[in-house]
Every structure is written in C-alpha cells, then in structure tokens.
C-alpha cells in the first residue's frame, strides 16, 4: 500500500485519485479554441468574434490549474483569463466545466 499526504490529493466520485497541484498549466490550442468560441467571453472581451478572442487569448496570461473546490465541491480544471494590465476594464475571467464537460463562467 502506498501512502500519500491528502492536502495534495482528492478522491473522486467514482475512486480515481487526482493529483492537485498549485502550478499553472499553458493551455491546448484545442482549450483556446473551446474558450474563444463562448459567446459569454467574447461579449466580456469585447471581441467581434471567435477568431478575434482567440487572438486575444494568445497575448494575454490565461492559463489553467487542477482544482478543488469546498463544499459542495469542484475537482477538475480551472481557467483564468488575466488581462495583461492590473487594474484593466476587462474582468478576470474564471471558467470550468459543468456536468456535461462544457466550459462554463463562474462569478
């Protein structure tokens, strides 16, 4: 049996254990495609349309972590948009993916 310390670990619903980490992740070009394409971004950023925020999200800090939430609980990725300006008039922009695995905004 091997032993491991659960501050860096969480068991899912179905037993498979993830490894939680605090480190970012760059993101897929296949996962800025997925973000560009969501109306809700695009309004958010400004952008015409999904190949203008895909342009955007390649020159500002967006990246993803593996995350868990508290209660009730969230264990999976978590996307964070960061405008290249502190202060900016574009929001930080979170993400992660509801039950049937689509992105979705989170407040």
């Known amino acids: 049996m091997v032993a491991f310390d659960r501050r860096w670990f969480a068991e899912n619903c179905i037993g498979n254990t993830l490894r939680m980490t605090n480190k970012p992740i760059a993101l897929t070009t296949k996962e800025i495609k997925e973000i560009a394409s969501l109306k ?17 999200l390649k020159g500002i800090y967006t990246v993803k972590f593996h995350y ?16 290249d300006v502190l202060g900016s008039h574009y929001p930080v922009t979170r993400l992660v993916r509801n039950r049937e695995k689509r992105l979705k905004l989170i407040d």
Do not use: C, K
Not at 40 to 56: F, K, L
Not at 73 to 81: M, N, V
């Open 40 to 56: 809700e971004v695009q309004e958010a950023w400004g952008a015409e349309d999904s190949t203008d925020m895909e342009e955007r």
């Open 68 to 83: 868990m939430d508290g209660s009730p609980g969230y264990i999976g990725d978590l996307f964070i948009i960061q405008p």
